[in-house]
């Protein structure tokens, strides 16, 4: 029987975590945390959650199984069109100004990140594509990052269960995924048309440089800065700004805001900001 989780041992994982990964554990989520913790002491058969503290400062498997206990901690509640304003938005307004001021170079670049398991960045193509698909000489791409690589794994393979495509529109399940047969009965599968514009990568928001040579046209980052405290937000913050391209769209959750972080961005609706410092 694994014990409690004492208020020294909650302050040693609250800190190694904060230092990893950026996530913040109030005091108030300790049994969520002692639960989670429990489950790679079960996984690993130890007995103490200090000797699996020592196990992740370990020189050669801790590096791996912080990773795992990352994997295991992190939320990566997400859907198909979740928030469906944000993606109206996108369709409607942030697209097609794109579409306009881009005619020189063609180019569009989009980020998803905290991408969980793909969802997200699966919709944002089915909207891209929609906007762009005929016109094939557009050169699109879609990063899609999270720091879950469990999470990763799913998204890349792009096969979902039946009841989560609820939200997805007709047209779009019609284009843009395929029944599956066979042992994938029940499943869908996402289409080669959009899996050859989406980049899925590890990325750990507090650890090195973002990986991108040219700046990009459109960040989404919906549901990840209310799990970081107001230093690592403004940091985050800014990093993307020197990122986005000049007049680029940032995407927030619906419960997130700009408002005291950053007045280098303008609202433009529905939780999405665009640069204008």
Known sequence: MVPSLSEREYRLFRDLIKRYAGLSYSRQKLPTLQRKLAARLTR???DTF????????HDRRGAEELRELINTITVDQT???????HFELLANVVLPQMERQKQDTKKLRIWSAG??????AYSIAMVVNDTFGSDKSWDIKILA????????RFAQKGLYPGDCIEHVPQEYVDKYLDK????????YIVKQVLKEIILFRRINF?????????PVDIIFCRNVLIYFDSTLKKRLIDRFFRILQRDGFLCLGASESLIGL????????????QKTG
């Open 44 to 46: 690993l058969r130890l």
């Open 50 to 57: 200090i000797s699996y503290y020592r196990y992740l400062l």
């Open 79 to 85: 859907a198909f069109f979740r928030h469906a304003r």
């Open 115 to 120: 991408c969980a398991t793909g969802q997200e």
């Open 145 to 152: 990052s999270d720091i879950d690589t469990g999470s990763l």
């Open 180 to 187: 599956g047969t066979g042992g994938n009965a029940g499943f």
């Open 206 to 214: 507090t650890k090195g440089r973002f990986p991108f040579m040219t």
């Open 262 to 273: 950053d007045e280098r961005f303008t609202l433009v609706g529905h939780s999405t900001y």
